[in-house]
């Protein structure tokens, strides 16, 4: 991390989408140090009147404040903003373009747009989520030229992978691996996304690339067995079903749903973020782990007995 910087110069930092399933823990980790230091008001941008709110730490190097936003007062809600953080999720397309129309009459320079998942760039298939993620950010570079858009590509969430939708039953302990169960997949905890991002926003904005590929750990669905039964899941039966069968039955029509395209993407290798994959930003980000450690496969292993997601009803009814 750089050194800290004094109070004149730390920039205000605004969070869309703050109360979501990862705004929060981008907001928490905004609030917690390290992190707090570098900026001067972390600014919750919310569509509700009272949203719930995290608990400010008291020693409070940012003041923390919340703004009410709507279509119709956008550039108000981010008069003296320098970092914008779009945490918005998949239901939001109309929302963040709106938002996004409004930043030319703003003093934002460093924006964040709504990514934070697997680096759909590399993709060989049109898929209605990702591409729309793509038009945004094309977009983004005509209007806002002159801004640092900064697209965080983490993979899979740690927390919310390792279930029936990605082939692991963990009731049944089968794990059911599209292509290879060898090929390695990059997840990262939801906090630790919110960590890089406030990492990358305390960086000077020339520091700050264009694309960062991180990755908390990178493991194969065989690997992920192995680690899952040390931790009391009982043994687990790995199998393979054809890729490109699997493929080819996926991508046949367009589609929103990401988890049977992400599965495809696990055996073909295009989910790992690591040197010889995508190429891995962890040390830009987090030297070492100097500034904190990445949660691992073992810890969500520990914490779940081996067995998570073990009682949700899949498919829903």
Same mark, same amino acid.
């Given at each position: ?177 599209? !292509? #290879?169960?060898?090929? +390695? %997949? ?9 960590? &890089?991002?406030?990492? =990358? /926003? ?76 995508? !190429? #891995?930003?962890?040390? +830009? %980000? ?9 949660? &691992?496969?073992?810890? =969500? /292993? ?16």
């Amino acid at each position: 991390m750089p050194s800290t910087p004094p109070i004149t110069s730390r920039p205000v930092v605004a969070i869309a989408g703050a109360t979501g399933h990862l705004g929060k823990h981008v907001v928490s980790a905004f609030l917690s140090p390290p992190f707090h230091g570098y900026f001067s008001e972390i600014v919750l941008l919310s569509r509700h009147g009272n949203p719930p709110v995290p608990e400010a730490p008291k020693d409070l190097g940012a003041m923390m404040t919340v703004r009410k936003y709507d279509e119709d007062n956008l550039p108000a809600a981010l008069e003296d903003v320098d970092v914008l953080v779009n945490t918005i999720g998949a239901s939001g397309h109309a929302f963040k373009e709106k938002l996004l129309r409004a930043l030319p009459a703003t003093g934002v320079q460093v924006y964040f747009p709504s990514e934070f998942g697997v680096d759909h760039y590399v993709h060989d298939f049109p898929h209605g989520e990702w591409d729309q993620k793509k038009r945004h950010v094309e977009l983004a570079g005509r209007l806002i030229p002159l801004v640092k858009i900064c697209r965080v590509f983490c993979g899979l969430f740690l927390e919310d992978s390792i279930g029936p939708w990605f082939g692991f039953d963990t009731a049944r302990g089968k794990y059911e691996s599209v !292509g #290879s169960a060898r090929s +390695l %997949v990059s997840f990262t905890g939801l906090e630790d996304v919110g960590r &890089t991002v406030a990492s =990358l /926003a305390a960086m000077p904005m020339m520091s700050i690339p264009d694309a960062v590929h991180i990755a908390g750990d990178t493991r194969s669905i065989e690997q992920i067995a192995r680690v899952m039964e040390a931790a009391g899941a009982g043994s687990i039966e790995v199998t393979e079903i054809d890729l490109m069968k699997y493929k080819e039955e996926t991508t046949g029509k367009v589609s929103n749903d990401p988890a049977r395209y992400l599965r495809f993407l696990m055996g073909e290798n295009k989910i790992n973020h690591t040197p010889s994959g995508l !190429g #891995s930003d962890n040390e +830009l %980000v987090n030297r070492q782990e100097k500034t904190w450690k990445w949660k &691992t496969m073992e810890d =969500l /292993a520990k914490s779940t007995n081996g067995r998570p997601w073990k009682d949700v009803q899949w498919p829903p009814k």
